[in-house]
């Protein structure tokens, strides 16, 4: 067994503590990497607070992992020591099953293990990035491009592929009009991506008081949601939404805005159901469709994406001391655009 020095919450209102953990002895085809960064994602709050059901207390968060293999297995072959590689939302799936076959290993039919908050095929529970080591089979491993740091390669592991994957899936290419609601984590990454695939890009946010960066970072239009002449500006312009807001907002509002044949993707997934009015979609052939993180493939896809497009997070490094200040940062959107966690602090 490997111990690991780690952060952990131990209940739904409960700060962090320091915490130890032990890391499986490498399997077979496993690689030990000691984590030099950790992402905060809204995932990690929503998950550390029960907001998505019932937790196996004491929980470590984390899965936007950057760091080194340290160590490999006998038979691993992608990796060797020294490599720098990322961990994302997931550490396994059962590799049969038709989604797994098509690289799709976070839609696994008999459910993908996640980083953290899971129970992996040897019964222990996982533990995520916020600790220094971590024992991940290399089929789950990806390579970080020599062009993107690790510090800001971490949020690409989660922030980068979410937004990636359903652009990807629903063509936010050149002549497209995209719309991204909410200038966080995920949001400011979908505003980069959809750029760089060529859309044009418009930002949906509360305020006005992103809006140069949201522009610097690509965007063509800004807008705030808290003037309702946006919403009858934009009436029936786009051909897809990205909704990555961490709370229920009215759909109906959001659903307006697409043109005919238009899809609205749901990222953002606060733990309370939502309601909505049909007419807002039969009206115009619209859909609504959800979308979870990528996989494996497309991840890597992703990152060499980025590092060929020059495309990284705006971040702000913290300590690990700072984890609960980080949390209620990102709670009141004060955060540009995403805390990472230098885990030589841990
Ligand atoms: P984040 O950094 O907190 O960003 C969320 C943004 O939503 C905020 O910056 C804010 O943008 C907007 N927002 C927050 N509360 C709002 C409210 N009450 N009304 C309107 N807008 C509000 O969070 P994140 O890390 O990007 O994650 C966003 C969501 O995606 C979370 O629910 C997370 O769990 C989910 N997620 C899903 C997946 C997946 O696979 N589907 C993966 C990762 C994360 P403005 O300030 O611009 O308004
Ligand atoms: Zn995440």
Redesign the pocket.
């Known amino acids: 067994m490997i111990t690991a020095k780690a952060r952990a919450v131990d209940g739904p209102d409960k700060p962090f503590r320091v915490a130890e953990i032990k890391r499986r002895n490498l399997d077979a085809k496993d690689v030990l990497i000691e984590i030099k960064y950790a992402g905060i994602?809204?995932?990690d709050i929503?998950t550390a607070h029960g907001e998505w059901g019932q937790v196996n207390y004491p929980l470590v968060p984390g899965h936007e992992i950057a760091g080194i293999v340290t160590a490999v297995g006998p038979n691993t072959t992608k990796y060797k020591v020294g490599d720098r590689v990322g961990v994302g939302?997931m550490v396994d799936s059962c590799g049969e099953c038709e989604n797994c076959q098509k690289g799709e290993e976070?839609y696994c039919l008999k459910g993908n293990i996640p980083t953290y908050a899971g129970v992996d095929k040897y019964g222990e529970p996982t533990q995520g990035g916020y600790s220094t080591h971590i024992v991940v089979s290399e089929d789950f491993v990806v390579t970080i491009p020599d062009a993107i740091e690790l510090d800001v390669a971490a949020p690409l592991l989660?922030?980068g592929i979410?937004t990636y994957s359903p652009l990807n899936h629903w063509g936010a290419g050149s002549g497209r009009k995209v719309a991204v609601?909410?200038?966080?984590?995920?949001?400011h990454m979908a505003v980069q991506i959809s750029h760089a695939m060529g859309a044009e890009v418009t930002?949906l946010?509360?305020?006005l008081?992103?809006q140069e960066d949201g522009l610097q970072l690509g965007a063509d239009h800004y807008y705030a949601?808290n003037d309702s002449e946006t919403f009858k500006k934009l009436a029936r312009t786009f051909d897809l939404i990205i909704n990555?807001?961490?709370?229920n907002?009215n759909m109906d509002a959001y659903f307006s805005l697409l043109t005919l044949d238009g899809t609205l993707v749901?990222?953002?997934?606060?733990g309370e159901p939502l309601s909505l009015n049909v007419m807002s979609l039969i009206g115009h052939r619209r859909s609504f469709a959800?979308?979870?993180?990528g996989g494996i493939r497309e991840t890597q896809e992703m990152l060499d994406f980025c590092a060929a497009h020059n495309i990284a997070p705006k971040i702000e490094v913290v300590s690990a001391d700072q984890i609960d200040e980080a949390y209620q940062r990102?709670?009141a959107?004060d955060?540009k655009?995403?805390f990472v966690i230098d885990i030589s602090t841990m």
């Open positions: 994602c809204h995932s929503h939302c976070q989660c922030a979410t609601v909410g200038m966080g984590g995920l949001g930002v946010s509360q305020t008081n992103k949601t990555t807001v961490s709370a907002i749901n990222v953002g997934a606060p959800g979308s979870l993180i990102v709670l959107s955060v655009y995403r």
